[in-house]
């Protein structure tokens, strides 16, 4: 299951070390076979390439060995790593791993030099505000607000100096954020970026292909997990099983209780075999309610903290409630305390029950036996419907359940209440990823983008807004499968010149 480095793998061995790396007791390096993959494809070397792999196969070391390396390559000072997550709370909880004494020694770099860039800070692992954040070594970013930062300071054409590392890339698939984040890689693809290293777990081989082969990076796919995944659908009348190395075959077993609290009744009666869980919420009110109904089938107890929380809040009050008893939250709105408590528990295995939001479902590095989805829809609030989340999300989600070295085994349950729900449910049973829908930049609709491009300088005249277009996953999709779309683009781009002439946006 471990692998040693291999041969001529290029990492300095002031950096092989935790917790950059895994070692046994006896100081023996151990990787997944994903990690070993992505060694041999030059990552210390300023290799760039796009891993596929499976959840729990440490891609993520793989981003943070090239970014440690990178930073000590060079002449050192000038060399900068931007590492992109999907959400917030993920760059939060990524800074905050990565702000210990620990990694800063690795990245070689100062509390300073390591920054924080979302929505809702701009900080630096000190906590000082940063007025200047594209100058840190070391910048945490979500990837809308990167490519803000971008367009307000003026680009630089050139990032030669800079490596890249865009976890969940798939994202680039997703209908409101694609745009965005198509237009920000179109950018670090025309200015060259030094070193990119594209993660992903939710990539078909078709996506995967058009993805690093625009990007001009090596794809490195590893489609086996080395710690194998049993799926629970439980519906009214069964309860369908498939495993990650069972190949296509969907058991039908008897039918068990779809009612997330009966579930977590169930494994308590072996705790030791489905022990530490992890319940995934789609909302903070669905977690209030199902911790009040996990309350009551608590044995009643005295025990309570021997700490008290330095501020009161409605999450620390839970937690007060809750941690003595085996169970806690894990939300965005966790202040830093109350984050770090519920993560040293989980980190030391005593907390047995931990209910999450799904947003950081998919940056949770803990270990779980099982995993079990309240519900796997969300509510649309636009249309006012219920849709299932994306079989990127759900996989991802369900990825927290077994981990490298502790478990042998993940489980993860998930229910139907009724037929169409059970087929809806049905397509996460399978290996087989879906091709996302990627290219979303629409050159009918070009005015927002068209004015960003300008306002970081990246575009002066219609040639560059073409240009622009002609690199872009769009363009380069369109360019192999629809005949004379040159031709249709400049006469596009000229009517949206025009119109913002007419609206004063443009002399």
Same mark, same amino acid.
């Given at each position: ?387 299932? $989340?994306?079989? +990127? !999300? =759900?996989?991802? &989600? @369900? ?5 490298? /070295? %502790? ?33 979303? $930049?629409?050159? +009918? !609709? =070009?005015?927002? &983008? @068209? ?5 970081? /300088? %990246? ?49």
């Amino acid at each position: 299951m471990f692998h040693p480095l291999p041969n001529g793998h290029g990492i300095p061995d002031e950096l092989i070390k935790e917790p950059l790396f895994h070692l046994s007791a006896d100081g023996v390096v151990g990787l997944t076979q994903a990690q070993v993959s992505g060694i041999n494809a030059g990552i210390a070397s300023g290799g760039s390439l796009l891993l596929v792999a499976p959840t729990s196969s440490g891609k993520t070391m793989v981003g943070l060995v090239a970014a440690s390396t990178w930073l000590r390559g060079g002449d050192g000072l000038s060399q900068q790593v931007v590492y992109l997550v999907t959400h917030r709370a993920l760059a939060r909880q990524k800074f905050n791993e990565l702000k210990s004494p620990k990694y800063l020694e690795i990245f070689d770099i100062e509390k300073e030099e390591l920054v924080l860039a979302t929505g809702d800070q701009v900080v630096d692992a000190g906590g000082v505000a940063v007025n200047d954040p594209l100058s840190g070594r070391f910048i945490i970013a979500t990837y809308e607000k990167y490519l803000a930062l971008l367009a307000g300071s003026g680009h630089r054409r050139d990032m030669a100096n800079i490596c890249i590392v865009a976890d969940e890339i798939q994202i680039l698939g997703d209908t409101h954020r694609g745009r965005a984040v198509e237009v920000l890689l179109t950018i670090i693809r025309s200015a060259q970026c030094g070193q990119f290293v594209g993660l992903s777990a939710v990539l078909c081989k078709r996506d995967s292909e058009a993805i690093s082969s625009w990007l001009g990076v090596q794809l490195v796919v590893e489609e086996f997990r080395e710690i194998p995944l049993t799926f629970e659908l439980r519906t009214q009348g069964n309860t369908h099983e498939w495993s990650t190395d069972g190949g296509d075959e969907v058991l039908s077993l008897e039918a068990r209780s779809t009612d997330t609290v009966e579930v977590l009744n169930e494994l308590a009666s072996d705790a030791e075999s489905h022990f530490p869980v992890a319940v995934f919420c789609m909302t903070k009110r669905r977690i209030s309610d199902l911790i009040r109904a996990w309350e009551r089938n608590c044995p009643e107890s005295d025990a309570k903290l021997d700490f008290e929380f330095e501020e009161l809040t409605s999450s620390s009050v839970i937690l007060a409630s809750s941690l003595p008893k085996g169970f806690g939250i894990h939300t965005a709105d966790l202040i830093d305390t109350e984050r770090e408590i519920v993560e040293r528990r989980l980190e030391n295995d005593q907390l047995p029950i931990v209910f999450a939001t799904t947003t950081l479902a998919q940056g949770l590095n803990f270990s779980f036996k099982t995993v079990i989805f309240d519900r796997w829809t969300r509510f649309i609030f636009e249309r006012r419907v219920d849709e299932p $989340i994306s079989y +990127s !999300d =759900f996989h991802n &989600i @369900a990825g927290r359940a077994g981990r490298m /070295g %502790l478990q042998d085994r993940g489980r993860v349950i998930f229910s139907a209440q009724n037929t169409a729900e059970s087929r809806a449910a049905s397509r996460y049973l399978t290996a087989e990823i879906p091709q996302l829908h990627v290219g979303y $930049i629409d050159v +009918s !609709d =070009f005015e927002a &983008i @068209a004015l960003q491009l300008i306002s970081a /300088g %990246l575009a002066t005249c219609r040639n560059d807004l073409f240009t622009f277009l002609s690199e872009s996953l769009t363009g380069y999709l369109a360019k192999d499968n629809i005949k004379g779309v040159e031709d249709e683009w400049i006469r596009k781009l000229d009517s949206t010149l025009d119109r913002l002439r007419d609206w004063g946006f443009l002399q």
